[in-house]
């Protein structure tokens, strides 16, 4: 069985990460949606994960998510995700929401809304996803910390809007979404 999450989807910079992930062995510690657990707690369960489950990232840049739109860049990264976790086409796959972003050829799709908290695999899949893209704002905080990217990773405050409102906006940001372009207007 396969679980697929994703983080990023509404943040107003930095990359959009979708994560497939597998079960190596049998999951046998609590877990659940990323969103329910510290920062703390996340990067605690990260690390056993990262030894039990195998993982694909899909990740999509800011432009391409600017280029492509939401929906599709949200097909790109899932596709990405497979690839890189070299899922085959007949797998069970749980994704997280309701709408379906995997490609035709995968047969056996089960969309299921709270996915996170009944599947231990998507669970695993949130919680990497979460860890990993949260990591890579600190770092490109580190470069721009104007933005404050390590704490709002990306998502928008009103701290967020005043630093573009101050310095303007970096490649990270995505110049599609509205409240970017109403900042730069």
């Known amino acids: 069985m ?15 990460l979708v994560v497939a992930a597998s079960q190596i062995t049998l999951i046998d ?3 659940n949606d990323s969103k329910k657990l510290t920062k703390k707690q996340r990067e605690a369960i990260f690390e056993k994960l990262r030894q039990i489950c195998k993982f694909g990232e899909g990740w999509v840049e800011a432009d391409e998510i600017d280029k492509l739109g939401l929906t599709k860049a949200m097909r790109l990264g899932v596709a990405r995700a497979l690839k890189a976790l070299g899922a085959k086409e007949t797998e069970e796959i ?8 995997c490609e035709p050829k995968f047969v056996n799709v089960e969309c299921v809304i709270k996915a996170d908290a009944k599947y231990p695999v998507v669970s695993a899949a ?17 470069k ?14 009103a701290g967020h809007r005043q630093a573009i409102n101050d310095f ?9 979404y509205k409240p970017v372009k109403e900042s730069l207007n």
């Open 29 to 31: 510690f609590p877990v």
């Open 144 to 157: 721009h910390q104007e933005y404050n990217f390590a704490n709002n990773v990306g998502y928008g405050t």
């Open 94 to 101: 749980i994704m997280d929401g309701h709408i379906n972003y």
């Open 126 to 142: 949130s919680i990497y996803a979460k860890v990993t893209r949260d990591n890579y704002m600190a770092k490109l905080s580190e």
């Open 2 to 16: 396969i679980g697929i999450d994703e983080v990023g989807r509404g943040a107003w910079a930095g990359p959009l």
């Open 168 to 176: 303007g906006v970096t490649k990270y940001h995505r110049l599609s």
